[in-house]
């Protein structure tokens, strides 16, 4: 269990301090005083580990059994004595170009936060050390922690997002940059590139898109244990969020734009390939055709009594090949 519980502390008017390590007795204790609560941090957590957190605050199964299958789109649910939120951090490593994600779960009560993470990315230590620098915002309790969690969540939507931006505007740069002369094969790598970061794109977008139900829901009337004054808090968090999510589409919008260009160049350098083949084959094809009726053996054919009629068929075969040659290289298929 002790490796489980990330940090675990007892907040009264805003400060932190001892906590006994009875977590039901912790709770009855700062249970009906106004701005006091327990917030217990979990990593990864077991079923039996989750239960004895459940228990001594009276968790609802439901959301518990959410907290262990770490596989829930970002939601916001409401049931007796607790609010269940389900948001997704992530992350972005450049050096891969991959999208990471993670799954973060808050419990939160009257008195009580209960924060369960899956994955590598771990928002809330910085998230708890900067709240208990600012006691005057821990006072206002648990929703505190709530809005403090949502508003990181979403600052790192907001720099994954440039980041991407940043990514994406160098990728367009390398894609619909003039091709070398000997080029063919680098349409279908920039293709391939493109639609990996789409799919980069749609991981983070998964993540980020949902998130907006939950906020604008905490941004009404009606909520459990968020109160009334802390509503313009939670509308800055989702002016944000909305924010990201058009950043989001505009990326993939302008993805199948860059794709759209990139085959098109492909379908270019195809054409132009095959336009320099076909003026190749037609220059190897005039003399196969001369040569190939002189080679008929026929007795009557024209010049084959004259001295100079060989030389009169060489010439003839060099002067369609120039002309061919210099008809195509007008017409730039050469």
Not at 18 to 42: I, K, M, N, T, Y
Not at 52 to 81: C, I, N
Request: aromatic residues 8%.
């Amino acid at each position: 269990m002790a490796d489980v519980i990330v940090d675990r502390a007892v907040y009264r008017d805003g400060h932190r301090t001892e906590d006994s390590g009875d977590l039901p007795g912790a709770v009855e204790a700062v249970r009906g005083a106004a701005g006091d609560f327990v917030w217990v941090g979990l990593s990864d957590p077991g079923e039996e580990e989750l239960a004895a957190v459940a228990e001594a605050f009276g968790l609802h199964p439901l959301a518990v059994e959410d907290a262990l299958s770490a596989r829930q789109r970002p939601k916001l649910e409401t049931y007796d004595g607790s609010l269940f939120l389900v948001l997704r951090p992530v992350a972005y490593d450049e050096a891969a170009g991959a999208v990471r994600t993670g799954e973060l779960m808050l419990f939160v009560g009257d008195s009580f936060v209960v924060t369960v993470r899956h994955g590598g990315i771990d928002p809330l230590c910085e998230v708890r050390e900067r709240l208990e620098r600012e006691p005057e915002v821990l006072r206002h309790g648990p929703a505190a922690v709530l809005y403090a969690v949502s508003d990181a969540v979403v600052d790192g939507y907001l720099d994954v997002a440039a980041l991407l931006r940043t990514d994406l505007d160098e990728l367009e740069e390398r894609v619909l940059a003039p091709a070398p002369a000997a080029g063919g094969g680098r349409g279908s790598a920039g293709a391939r590139e493109i639609y990996a970061f789409k799919r980069q794109v749609l991981e983070f977008r998964r993540a980020a898109g949902p998130a907006v139900e939950p906020m604008e829901r905490l941004t009404g009337a009606g909520v459990p244990f968020v109160p009334d004054r802390s509503r313009p808090f939670f509308r800055d968090v989702g002016d944000h969020l909305i924010r990201v999510n058009d950043q989001t589409e505009a990326m993939d919008r302008l993805l199948s734009d860059i794709l759209s260009a990139c085959l098109t160049q492909v379908s270019v350098r195809q054409n132009s390939d095959m336009r320099k083949i076909s003026a190749w084959a037609a220059m190897a094809a005039a003399p196969t055709m001369i040569t190939g009726v002189y080679g008929m053996n026929f007795a009557h054919l024209p010049e084959l009594d004259r001295p100079w009629g060989y030389p009169a068929v060489l010439l003839l075969i060099a002067g369609v090949c120039t002309g061919l040659y210099r008809t195509f290289r007008r017409r730039g298929w050469l």
